[in-house]
Nanobody, 120 residues
Framework: QVQPMESGGGLVQPGGSLRLSCVVS????????MGWYRQAPGKERELVAT???????IYADSVNGRFTISRDNAKSTVYLQMKSLKTEDTAVYYC??????????????WGQGTQVTVSA
């Protein structure tokens, strides 16, 4: 069973920065589209950013210009660099792996999440 493993969460003051990492075991990373999602208390899980196997990225409007998603296929790791953090960025952040276009295997793997708290 593939299990994405997130790390890097924590407590940060408004305006601060954090970098999240997600390592994906197994051989699927290079053929996967990777995503970061978040879920705040009492709210539904929402998309933060995605990056395709080819490196194309999409961002939620709320984080565009402040967050950067990137990947290192050699390390089977996807990153989320977060800058200018706001209190409303407080949430549990989840890593997700789905097959890229043309991959016949079907999967949808989620990590267990890492807590990000933005507070003074």
């Amino acid at each position: 069973q593939v299990q994405p493993m997130e790390s890097g969460g924590g407590l940060v003051q408004p305006g601060g920065s954090l970098r999240l990492s997600c390592v994906v075991s197994g051989s699927i990373f290079s053929i996967s589209n990777m995503g970061w999602y978040r879920q705040a208390p009492g709210k539904e899980r929402e998309l933060v950013a995605t990056i395709t196997s080819g490196g194309s990225t999409i961002y939620a409007d709320s984080v565009n210009g402040r967050f950067t998603i990137s990947r290192d296929n050699a390390k089977s790791t996807v990153y989320l660099q977060m800058k200018s953090l706001k209190t409303e960025d407080t949430a549990v952040y989840y890593c997700n792996a789905k097959p890229s276009n043309g991959v016949s295997r079907a999967y949808n793997y989620w990590g267990q999440g890492t807590q990000v708290t933005v507070s003074a």
